[in-house]
DNA sequence: GGTCCGATAGGCT
DNA sequence: GCCTATCGGACCG
C-alpha cells in the first residue's frame, strides 16, 4: 500500500499516541456539495490497539476484537472511522498505525478556518465561534461529516488532512487523562489526551462517570 | 461561571 | 437489558 504523500506516511508508521500530537494544529477539511469547511484542530485523543495487539486499550472501540461496526479501525492507516453515539452523535477518527491493531486518533475539537458561514447553519446552536466545533460531535456537525464518510480516505477529496509544519513545542502541548472513559482505560493510568495549551476551544474536562453512583 | 439532567438509537453481553 | 469516546437547555450563583 503506497502511501499517497508525507503525512500518510508518517500516520502509517506510528501509533496513535504519536502521531495525536502531531494531529494539533493540522487542518482538516470537507468540501461538500453545499461548500468547503475546514478546521485546525486543537483536542485529540489516541487510542491503542485490541486486546491481542502490542499495545492493547480497554478504551478503544477495538479493545474486544473487530465487529461489523469498529472494522474500519483494523484496517489502515489514513481513513476515517466515523460512529453513531449517544443515539444521535456522530464522532471521527483516524486510523493510525499498522493494519490490524486497531488504532486511531479521536478528534475533540478544532477552529474553523474557512467555511464559517456553513459551519454556523449548520451548528444554530453555537452561540460564538468558538462553540463551533468545540467537542467531538459538534466537531464533525460543523463539518458535515456523518456516518456516510465512515471508512473514507481522509488524503482524497472530499476530505482531506494536512500536517502542521511543525508539532507544537512542549510548552503549547498539553495532555490528560481521556474524556468519558470510564472504567479500564479511563483516568491518568492513560493520559492521552493531547490539546493545545490555553486554546478556547477545547472542551471542558468532565471526569467519567462512575459506573454506579456513589451511595450517600 | 458552574452543575444537573433528559434525549435518543444502536452495539454488545 | 444495560451501556455509551455527547449535547443543549434549565437552573443556580
Known sequence: M?????DHEFLLHHSAV??????LGAILRHESPDGPVAVRLTEVEAYLG???SPNPDPGSHGYKGRT??????FGPAGYMYVYFTYGMHFCANIVCG?????????????????????????????????????GPARLTQALGIDRQHNGIEV????VTLQLADHPPSPQHLSTGPRVGVSGP?????????????GNKTVSVYRAAKPRQPPVV
Not at 18 to 23: F, G, I, K, M, T
Not at 68 to 73: I, L, P, S, T
Not at 155 to 158: A, D, E, I, K, N
Open 18 to 23: 504519536e502521531a495525536a500530537p502531531r494531529l
Open 155 to 158: 488524503f482524497r477529496s472530499p
Open 68 to 73: 461489523e461496526r469498529n472494522a474500519v479501525m
Open 98 to 134: 499498522t493494519a490490524g491493531t486497531s488504532t486511531g486518533v479521536l478528534m475533540r475539537a478544532g477552529e474553523i478556518v474557512e467555511g464559517k458561514d456553513l459551519a454556523y447553519t449548520r451548528r444554530p446552536a453555537a452561540k460564538n465561534e468558538q462553540e463551533l466545533a468545540k
Open 50 to 52: 485490541a486486546h491481542d
Open 2 to 6: 503506497d502511501p499517497v504523500n508525507a
Open 185 to 197: 482505560g479511563g483516568g491518568h493510568e492513560y493520559p492521552w489526551r493531547f490539546w493545545l495549551s
